[in-house]
């Protein structure tokens, strides 16, 4: 891995370079899609971006877990985890193929 991080200000700039709109209109256009993705998982509906892939959030039971240190029993409680399913296209694109 190359240790980078694609952070918000870099998508900002990228839609700045891309599109034109003004670096503030940037800023709120990725601020706007990235909260209506999280607003989408919150209520539980899935996200789809074609050629990327699938963001859901999926249930998880109550299970016994163990202290690795300890190795007493602990239980872990039921939550919700959110799940990422890259498309086809982007495996590929990975994959240099």
């Not at 891309?18 to 607003?39: F, H, I, P």
């Not at 998982?41 to 999926?58: A, C, H, N, P, Y």
């Amino acid at each position: 891995m190359s240790g980078q991080t694609l952070t918000r200000a870099d998508l900002s700039e990228a839609v700045y370079q891309e599109v034109g709109l003004s670096r503030n209109e940037s800023a709120e256009l990725v601020e706007a899609v990235l909260d209506e993705m999280a607003d989408a998982l919150v209520k539980g509906e899935m996200v789809k971006i074609s050629s990327f892939g699938t963001f859901s959030v999926r249930e998880k039971g109550q299970r016994i877990g163990r202290n690795p240190k300890t190795g007493e029993e602990v239980p872990i409680l039921p939550r919700r985890v959110l799940v990422f399913r890259a498309s086809h296209v982007l495996k590929k694109r990975i994959n240099g193929e």
